[in-house]
């Protein structure tokens, strides 16, 4: 848990714009319904240059 909460806030400090530019992150969501029932999925990415940090949940 704590490691996500980090991961969160590396995505946060490079989004506000601490080390240059703000740079905007772009969302991604997915709703599938399976045998299974419905499965959500999201996803956050931030892209600098050649750096793309990303996290799904």
Known sequence: MIRIFAVLNLLA?????????????SMN?????TSSGVVTSTG??????????????
């Open 13 to 25: 400090l490079a989004a506000c714009g601490a080390d240059g530019e703000p740079v905007t992150p």
């Open 29 to 33: 969501t997915t709703v599938s319904i």
């Open 44 to 57: 956050v990415t931030v892209r600098k240059g050649p750096v793309t940090l990303g996290m799904s949940l």
